[in-house]
């Protein structure tokens, strides 16, 4: 995954949960591969799947629940989507993105003035883009556009992609199109890591990353690639 072969990865995560399957961390995995390529619908359902084997003992976890009830809002599925993220709150409920999809999830079924429950909930716990940007957007559809505008404008300075109000109105514009994808119908095949491979893999990220690369990436130069260096099989 790291090599950003996530086909290859959700490949190994679902060899995993074939042979493990009671795995969670593989099913968590597994849906993140397709979520990241906006694979909505199939992410959820491997996520759900996961659902039964999260740990019990374990109060902070829950991200099988709630990136299921992530899916299920890009979906359209809101019922779901809240009913999956309320699940959630059973075993946290300070789950600040947790709130923030509930929230989200109401503001397309038109219940405002829930919603906005849900959302200033979130943000106190913890201010993030996404709940500042959609507490933002109800005071803008209830037509306080000086308040929705102090949220906005924390949320822009926390993502530089945040959009104004008057041209989208919901957060498609982060998430996009759901897509299907179809790696277990046909198996990705494997690239040839060999000397070209591996020569043509660090130009290309040299050339995307630049010398800004820690800015970009969080890590210096050196860091990253002797963490890439580890991945080459002898």
């Known amino acids: 995954k790291e090599q950003e072969d ?11 949960i074939t042979k493990a399957p009671g795995y969670y961390l593989a099913y968590y995995h ?23 084997y ?12 709630q990136e299921a009830a992530l899916c299920a809002v890009r979906t359209g599925e809101y019922d779901k989507a809240i009913e999956l993220a309320n699940s959630a709150l059973k075993k946290n409920e300070s789950a600040d993105f947790v709130l923030r999809i509930i929230g989200e999830a109401l503001i ?12 200033e909930r979130s943000v106190e716990i913890r201010s993030i ?8 957007l109800i005071y803008y559809l209830q037509g306080d556009e000086k308040t929705a505008d102090k949220f906005y404008q924390v949320a822009a300075q926390k993502n530089g992609k945040a959009q104004p109000y008057a ?11 759901p897509v299907t994808v179809n790696w277990d119908t ?22 995307k ?4 690369m820690y800015n970009k990436t969080g890590k210096f130069s050196d860091e990253w690639l002797g963490g890439k260096l580890l991945t080459i099989p002898e």
């Open 167 to 177: 041209q989208h109105t919901s957060l498609h514009y982060i998430y996009g199109d």
């Open 30 to 52: 597994a849906g993140k591969c397709l979520f990241d390529q906006k694979a909505y619908k199939q992410a959820m359902e491997i996520f759900t799947k996961g659902i039964p």
């Open 129 to 136: 883009f996404s709940n500042n940007w959609l507490l933002g």
């Open 54 to 65: 999260t740990p019990e003992k374990v109060q902070y976890e829950y991200a099988c629940l």
């Open 108 to 119: 397309f079924q038109n219940k405002l003035k829930e919603a906005k429950g849900y959302l």
């Open 6 to 16: 996530a086909a290859g990865a959700y490949q190994c995560f679902t060899e995993a």
């Open 186 to 207: 046909q198996k990705p095949v494997s690239a040839v890591k060999d000397q070209a491979y591996w020569d043509q893999y660090f130009a290309d990220m040299l050339s």
């Open 209 to 212: 990353y630049g010398p800004d």
